[in-house]
DNA sequence: GAATTATGTAGTACCCTGGA
DNA sequence: TCCAGGGTACTACATAATTC
């Protein structure tokens, strides 16, 4: 870099006799793209359509934080927003937090998730130091924008490709979306036992599924007590109400055992969302919140 | 009125934790 | 590592509510 700056700036002697410290090489902007390419555009076109939906209804804020590598807190006061654009060239969905954002638009046969880096210092970078007593020592620090950092640019933004990517690949596809709502609207028998059917479109079902699919369920699974966090506004306030959504939580969760949508986790009260549930609870998703997309609140209604 | 679904109660299995 | 106790979650059954 310094051989590139002296071919272009006939000053460089004089400001080093200036005494001047020379160049200091920092990154304003960086952008890391991962490109998947399909064989053609019509390949592509077949699930794009599928991907986009599923990106703009399927992902909330939390998951956003998910992506670009932060954990949700109670006190982060940032904006979080999912937007998107059609243009000529294709469609443009960009989940952004604050100045960093991660995008994934189309282009021929290239769909393109790309991460784009505007305040380093949300991630962190391991450095090294001296103390007062010679010895190196190692820690996390906001990450700045000098080009030492490159190799760690790469890291958090390849890091946040691949996690939207994962996400996306559990995204239903349409062609099987109907059976999956057709399997849900039927009552089910497993094991012996007599399984009611879901009403798939209804608010707090799809209020439901939403909270299943959501990204923080997808690492360590969930338990009744998490799943009653998400059913429920405010807290029991005394031992009967606490056994009574304990119970009606168990019987949701068998529920949705019966029809596959979730599983166990062997030798543990941990579930999780199965394959097919995936499919399935995401075609009613989509199904709810893109053809009857009336506003709803599950909470209220699970708290009478 | 039958079938289906939701809810309450009681009993039981089993997971987790602390102590030996 | 084992064991006991407490707490949590699951299941079975009965009954009420809803739907067709």
């Known amino acids: 870099l310094i051989r590139q700056v002296a071919s272009v700036n006939p000053l460089l002697p004089a400001i080093a006799a200036a005494k001047f410290d020379g160049y200091w090489f920092g990154m304003d902007q960086a952008e890391v793209a991962t490109d998947l390419l399909f064989k053609s555009r019509a390949d592509l076109e077949r699930i794009h359509q599928d991907l986009v939906h599923?990106?703009?209804?399927?992902?909330?804020?939390?998951?956003?934080?998910?992506?670009?590598?932060?954990?949700?807190?109670?006190?982060?006061?940032?904006?979080?927003?999912?937007?998107?654009?059609?243009?000529?060239?294709?469609?443009?969905?960009?989940?952004?937090?604050?100045?960093?954002?991660?995008?994934?638009?189309?282009?021929?046969?290239v769909l393109r998730i790309e991460t784009t880096l505007n305040n380093p210092a949300e991630f962190k970078i391991l450095t090294s130091s001296e103390n007062a007593e010679g010895q190196v020592v190692c820690r996390w620090s906001p990450m700045r924008k000098g080009v030492s950092?490159?190799?760690?640019?790469?890291?958090?933004?390849?890091?946040a490709n691949s996690r939207l990517i994962d996400a996306l690949a559990n995204a239903p596809l349409k062609g099987?979306?109907?059976?999956?709502?057709?399997?849900?609207?039927?009552?089910?028998?497993?094991?012996?036992?007599?399984?009611?059917?879901?009403?798939?479109?209804t608010a707090e079902n799809v209020a439901l599924f939403t909270s299943l699919l959501a990204g923080e369920f997808a690492i360590n699974g969930f338990r009744n007590r998490d799943?009653?966090?998400?059913?429920?506004?405010?807290?029991?306030?005394?031992?009967?109400?606490?056994?009574?959504?304990?119970?009606?939580?168990?019987?949701?969760?068998a529920k949705l055992?019966?029809?596959?949508?979730?599983?166990?986790?062997?030798?543990?009260?941990?579930?999780?969302?199965?394959?097919?549930?995936?499919?399935?609870?995401?075609?009613?998703?989509r199904c709810r919140r893109i053809d009857f997309p009336a506003a709803f609140n599950m909470s209220e209604s699970f708290a009478q």
């Open 257 to 285: 055992r019966g029809h596959g949508l979730i599983a166990k986790v062997t030798n543990s009260r941990l579930y999780r969302v199965t394959q097919n549930g995936v499919k399935a609870m995401w075609a009613a998703v």
């Open 54 to 109: 599923a990106a703009i209804t399927g992902f909330g804020a939390t998951d956003v934080m998910r992506f670009l590598g932060q954990k949700p807190h109670h006190l982060f006061t940032g904006e979080v927003v999912i937007d998107s654009k059609k243009r000529p060239e294709g469609c443009r969905i960009k989940f952004r937090i604050r100045r960093n954002s991660v995008k994934l638009y189309d282009h021929l046969n």
């Open 227 to 253: 799943l009653q966090g998400k059913l429920y506004s405010a807290p029991a306030n005394n031992p009967a109400e606490i056994k009574r959504r304990t119970h009606r939580t168990s019987r949701l969760i």
């Open 149 to 159: 950092n490159f190799w760690r640019y790469a890291e958090v933004a390849h890091g």
């Open 176 to 201: 099987q979306a109907i059976e999956a709502i057709d399997r849900l609207c039927r009552s089910q028998s497993k094991a012996g036992r007599h399984v009611a059917a879901f009403n798939p479109v």
